[in-house]
Every structure is written in C-alpha cells, then in structure tokens.
C-alpha cells in the first residue's frame, strides 16, 4: 500500500484525489488517508500532491511509522473523497511544518 504521511495535516490539497484509479483516498477534517485495503501501489498520486506527504509504505522514515496503522485505522471510519476540492484556507501556512501529528483532527 501506500501512506499518506503527516505533511498532508492542515494541507488536505486534494490534488492525488483526482488520480487515483481505485478510489482509495478517505476524507477527514484536515487529512487524507489512503485505505490500504482498496490501493494498488500504482503510485500515480506520488508526484500530485504539492507537499510529498505520499509515500510507499516501504519507504515510509522512521519518523513516520506510525502513519501506516493510523491510515489503516482512519480509512475504516472515515468517508470516500473521489474529486478533488478545495485546499483547507490556511494550508499554505502549514504546509512547511513538521511534527503535526497533534494537529490532526480524527
Ligand atoms: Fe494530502 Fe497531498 Fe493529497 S496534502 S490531500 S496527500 S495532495
């Protein structure tokens, strides 16, 4: 599968909605997850989004590890986005940010 790290918190750009042939993306307050059950490892969100926040789960840092459970654990609960929407307000004031984990609206 692949995961969808932290740089997306207070992001949300949206933009690896559109490409994503299998549907995968779910949609939180401030986040995106991918269901690891639905994606294929196309890898075609890859370079879509603006903040690198996807990554295969392989190659997933240290740092990070724990996005994979957690992109699991959100996908069961959290709705389908397929379309690509607007970017949350202030997300080009976060999008350089690290350590956002507490950020993150569940
Ligand atoms: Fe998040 Fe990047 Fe998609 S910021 S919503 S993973 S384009």
Known sequence: THVVT?????????DCVDVCPVDCFRE????LSIDPDECIDCAVCIPECPVNAIVPEEDVTGDQQHMI???ADLSKKWPSITKRKAALPDADDWKDKTGKLG???R
């Open 6 to 14: 932290e740089a997306c918190i207070r992001c949300k750009y949206t």
């Open 69 to 71: 459970k957690l992109n």
């Open 28 to 31: 939180g307050p401030n986040f």
């Open 103 to 105: 950020e993150l609206i």
